[in-house]
């Protein structure tokens, strides 16, 4: 596969390199995480090498939103204060130029989020990531990375598609894993703004981290910790061995 000016990419290559780059660089990813897993998120991506930030107060989103790499907007818990402070903090990201993720969860199960999550659209997210039913309804990405997350994962952009076959049954057991993977592809796209590369890299450093976990792991109880210490554990050169990327345009 060929990109503008990138030449012939090895996938797996490029993602070992930028898992090296994140702990490198530590970027700073600000979380406007779905409640419930807020935690969990925070654990994961200080494991992967990022700086996670988390406050959802309308008088500080846009001091913080200033200061991050990147953002991740998540629209798990959703009421009308947290809609007013995703729309200042991506008024922020985008008038700084910073790439942000939008993760629209259980969009298909309420129109009115529905609609936000494409008002939000409209407004250019670098990475929209969803799950097969969310991203049925959600419809055109425009020029947005589209994600489908599942067994294996598939990207889209535009005319190029890559699929991750990564992961791990347990994954679904443990709440919050998903939402995860939004954060930790915010930070990859800290450190590279070709967004195919970056959410690939960033799906298969949690795909393998969890391979590696459910190998240590005695169920969804052992595998949330198996799998922020696999998080943190994981190398360019575990990534280079077990990453599983194909390049559906060959």
């Known amino acids: 596969m060929t990109y503008p000016g990138a030449g012939k990419v090895s996938h797996i290559g490029k993602a070992a390199s930028l898992l090296a780059e994140v702990r490198r660089r530590r970027p700073r990813v600000h979380a406007l995480m779905n409640t419930v897993v807020q935690k969990f998120a925070a654990d994961g991506l200080t494991a992967v090498g990022a700086v996670p930030s988390m406050t959802s107060s309308e008088e500080e989103i846009a001091d913080f939103v200033a200061k991050v790499d990147a953002l991740v907007v998540n629209l798990g818990t959703l009421d009308q204060a947290r809609r007013r402070v995703i729309g200042m903090a991506v008024e922020v990201a985008n008038a700084a130029g910073k790439p942000w993720i939008l993760d629209p969860v259980h969009c298909d199960y309420s129109p009115g989020r529905l609609a936000f999550a494409r008002e939000l659209i409209m407004l250019g997210p670098t990475v ?29 952009d535009g005319a190029h598609r890559l699929a991750v076959r990564n992961g791990h049954p347990l994954m679904a057991k443990v709440t919050g894993t998903g939402c995860l993977c939004g954060g930790v592809i915010a930070a990859f796209l800290a450190v590279d703004r070709n967004a195919l590369h970056a959410a690939a890299a960033a799906l298969a450093v949690t795909g393998v981290s969890a391979e590696l976990a459910a190998g240590r792991a005695l169920g969804p109880g052992t595998f949330e910790p198996a799998f922020l210490d696999a998080l943190a554990t994981l190398s360019p050169d575990d990534l280079s061995h077990r990453a599983r990327i194909d390049d559906e345009n060959d």
Do not use: C, Y
């Open 128 to 156: 929209v990531r969803g799950n097969k039913a969310e991203m049925a309804v959600i419809g055109d990405t425009r020029a947005s990375l589209r994600i489908e997350t599942g067994p294996v994962d598939h990207l889209q």
